[in-house]
């Protein structure tokens, strides 16, 4: 399975713009990008996902680059409820039983 | 609203045990995973079933087994607990499709003591 790479953490401040970053260099031409995010002592919430161009959901803004080696995640105004661990996940586009590959994600801290 | 749930938030058991953890998801989803979350190593994928009776090894299956006999229910079952096997694991669903969304339960913390 392609990798991604992630910050171990980022902080915000509320009602700021939050770019989250991950890379994915090994990506290949069939792979979806996924975000998914943990808030504490829950399971995991799908966020958004993309394949080639960017796009928008009423949670975020997912910016593909134009290689598809890398893609951010963004959170236009970042509220006390945004503070979680984000996932960025390459997954199968075909077939596999669309398994998830978790790594260890970006703590977002987020502050008054 | 799809709604996973699992059968308990918090189990204590005792090495030796065996173990079931139930997972039920009420939208007919095809798939249905199980994974468990370590601190430092996130989630890792156990077992998956694509369909009833269906079922896969993920990255991590050693020391468990797994049961779809309907499709709603897919059940976790570590056969002899160990004190390796305390973790939170957390069960997911989805259609089928490289691109449909996962939809997770609350998680089960299990103490194997």
């Known amino acids: ?112 | 609203d799809v709604k996973v749930t699992q059968s308990s938030r918090y189990l204590v058991k005792r090495t030796g045990e065996k173990v079931f953890l139930e997972c039920v998801q009420d939208m007919d989803h095809e798939n249905m995973f199980w994974y468990r979350q370590d601190p430092g190593l996130g989630l890792r994928l156990i077992y998956f079933s694509y369909d009833v009776k269906m079922k896969e090894k993920g990255d991590i299956p050693e020391g468990y087994s797994v049961s779809r006999e309907k499709k709603e229910r897919f059940s976790l079952i570590l056969e002899s607990a160990s004190t390796n096997q305390t973790s939170m694991y957390l069960c997911a669903s989805s259609t089928g499709g490289g691109w449909s969304e996962q939809y997770f339960g609350p998680g089960t913390r299990l103490t194997v003591t």
């Open chain 1, 1 to 112: 399975d392609a990798k991604t790479t992630q910050p171990n953490s980022m902080e915000s401040n509320e009602e700021e713009p939050v770019h989250l970053p991950c890379n994915h260099s090994t990506i290949s031409g069939t792979d979806y990008i996924h975000w998914y995010r943990q808030l504490p002592s829950q399971g995991p919430e799908y966020v958004i996902h993309g394949l080639t161009s960017n796009v928008n959901n009423r949670m975020a803004s997912l910016a593909i680059a134009e290689d598809r080696k890398s893609s951010t995640l963004i959170l236009h105004r970042a509220t006390l409820r945004d503070a979680a661990v984000y996932y960025c996940i390459l997954r199968f586009g075909t077939g596999g039983g669309n398994k998830l590959t978790f790594g260890t994600g970006t703590q977002l801290k987020v502050e008054l």
